[in-house]
């Protein structure tokens, strides 16, 4: 029984930081790339970020290079997003996907958790 679970969302003002994390569980965690997936209200999924299944390759869009930072610990089967410098377009429910493949590039995921929502606002 494959299971993602995140969390870490939360209210937070402009310019701010959070740390966003997702258990898994039911899968060889080590042997898959991982990714983040948000969709902001009335909007979309839009592709956040992506790491390798080692954690040595990770993957940005430009809106968020520098100020996003993935990162994973295999041994705790856990995948981690940390965010700073928050705007209000980062609002949005951001669920956590596994990955089909190993590398992170695919974009094909097959498990998602439930999501955690992230509100920035003054």
């Known amino acids: 029984e494959v299971q993602l679970m995140e969390s870490g969302g939360g209210l937070v003002q402009p310019g701010g930081s959070l740390r966003l994390s997702c258990t898994a569980s039911g899968f060889t965690f080590e042997d898959y790339a991982m990714a983040w997936v948000r969709q902001a209200p009335g909007k979309g999924l839009e592709w956040v970020s992506a790491?390798?299944?080692?954690?040595?390759?990770?993957f940005y869009t430009e809106s968020m290079k520098g100020r996003f930072t993935i990162s994973r610990d295999n041994a705790k089967n856990t995948l981690y997003l940390e965010m700073n410098s928050l705007k209000s377009e980062d609002t949005a429910l951001y669920y956590c996907?596994?990955?089909?493949?190993?590398?992170?590039?695919?974009?094909?995921?097959?498990?998602w958790g439930q999501g955690t929502q992230v509100t920035v606002s003054s």
């Open positions: 790491i390798a299944w080692n954690g040595l390759s990770t």
């Open positions: 996907a596994k990955d089909i493949n190993r590398v992170g590039s695919s974009w094909y995921y097959d498990y």
